[in-house]
T-cell receptor
């Protein structure tokens, strides 16, 4: 069964550094997403991406964040200058359109620790 | 998107059916009901979704009341691996953002 993969599984970085989190969505999916989950808190939507453009973003997704689909397979989330409060699990998801529904399939996550 | 209300936690005996309720009394006609689960900090896992008809797949059944104000997710034969947080999410068709609330923490007991 096809699945979303994410690398690395765990990233440790120092405050102020840039990090890039990588995702390989399911191959025939056209919609891509990033969510995050701070330890013990809810899963929060960050951004959705379709046709090489951001289609929706939350208040969390400020100028510090950017997304890119650099080639036909990868989907990345860049955090420009990390802060302690960026420590969280980051989940990538992808979906296709089934009728008028968009069920999203999530990857296993990248645990980001900012020290 | 409509707000949902779920019990904070539930227990279920292994091998029995787990019935997880969800209230979404403000749901509108263009909103789907989705169910996801999250097993101990893993990525959320899609279970099932529906608009107004009952749905069944290899994982679960979804029963939506006729007025669409509530639904029940049924895991027919719960196993220990079904212990997870279950999220009921109502989402407009054209929106992409899923709002994950606090969900129901289901514990399957041997």
């Amino acid at each position: 069964e096809p699945e979303v993969t994410q690398t690395p599984s765990h990233q440790v970085t120092q405050m102020g550094q840039e990090v890039i989190l990588r995702c390989v969505p399911i191959s025939n999916h056209l919609y891509f997403y990033w969510y995050r989950q701070i330890l013990g808190q809810k899963v929060e939507f960050l951004v959705s991406f379709y046709n090489n453009e951001i289609s929706e973003k939350s208040e969390i997704f400020d100028d510090q964040f950017s997304v890119e689909r650099p080639d036909g397979s990868n989907f990345t989330l860049k955090i420009r200058s990390t802060k302690l409060e960026d420590s969280a699990m980051y989940f990538c998801a992808s979906s296709s359109k089934t009728g008028s529904s968009y069920e999203q399939y999530f990857g296993p996550g990248t645990r980001l620790t900012v020290t | 998107d409509a707000k949902t209300t779920q019990p904070t936690s539930m227990d279920c005996a292994e091998g029995r059916a787990a019935n997880l309720p969800c209230n979404h009394s403000t749901i509108s006609g263009n909103e789907y009901v989705y169910w996801y689960r999250q097993i101990h900090s893993q990525g959320p896992q899609y279970i099932i979704h529906g608009l107004k008809n009952n749905e069944t797949n290899e994982m679960a059944s979804l029963i939506i009341t006729e007025d669409r104000k509530s639904s029940t997710l049924i895991l027919p034969h719960a196993t220990l691996r079904d212990t997870a947080v279950y999220y009921c999410i109502v989402k407009r068709i054209e929106r992409h953002q899923f709002y994950f609330g606090t969900g129901t923490s289901l514990t399957v007991i041997p």
